[in-house]
């Protein structure tokens, strides 16, 4: 009897040990998170911080570089170096980035007519009078292809007419605003060359 005894009261003792120890080890978990969580906090906070600005100036380099790429691209796209001559002439080089152009928008290209080069200076202009048929935003698509084109490109002037439906009316305002958007678009299109000396 005293042995079942004994044995009750050690696993009573051992219990309440138990107990107790999962009462310190609660408090000081609870003190940690108290204490010293919030010193841990702050420099996770600072360092999440100086994670987000290197990462901004990181992409800010990045930008950079590529927009110095394209500035060296257009410097070597737009000057004569001596002994680098063009291996594909200006008229070439033009039709085919126009052609390019017109046919990923689904525009018609009636026409491409150069002019002789002209000279004045260091600066060699190469004009084209090119005519276009098609919808009229798309026209504004190919003058945003122009002006991101790695040649500098100048549209010196255009006109732009109303294409007459099949029976060969005219259309009136109404029709340019509804689905037929049909244009002729007749361009005087300037690119350019210059020289370094």
């Known amino acids: 009897m005293n042995v079942s005894k004994k044995k009750g009261a050690n696993a009573n003792t ?5 107990v107790l120890l999962m009462l310190v080890i609660g408090i000081a978990i609870v003190w940690a998170d108290q204490t010293l969580m919030p010193k841990y906090k ?3 906070l600072e360092i999440e911080k100086q994670r987000i600005t290197i990462s901004n100036q990181l992409m800010t380099i990045k ?23 063009d291996s594909v002439d200006h008229e070439s080089q033009f039709f085919e980035f126009v052609t390019s152009c017109v046919n990923d928008l ?7 007519r ?5 000279t004045s200076g260091r600066i060699t202009t190469y ?5 276009i048929e098609g919808d009229f935003f798309r026209f504004g698509e190919l003058c945003a292809k122009f002006e991101n084109n790695r040649r500098l490109v100048a549209i010196e002037g255009f006109d732009v007419d109303l294409i007459g439906d ?11 605003r509804s689905e037929n958007k049909n244009i002729r678009v007749k361009m005087k299109i300037n690119t350019f060359r210059i020289s370094k000396s």
């Open 106 to 112: 689904k525009l018609k290209l009636v026409s491409v």
């Open 114 to 118: 150069p002019a002789s080069p002209h």
């Open 166 to 176: 099949r029976e060969g009316h005219g259309l009136s305002n109404s029709d340019f």
């Open 127 to 131: 004009s084209y009078d090119v005519e």
């Open 42 to 44: 702050q420099q996770f």
């Open 14 to 18: 051992g219990a309440a040990l138990l």
């Open 63 to 85: 930008i950079v570089q590529e927009d110095m790429n394209h500035v060296r691209d257009l410097i070597f796209s737009n000057m004569d170096f001596p002994g680098q001559p």
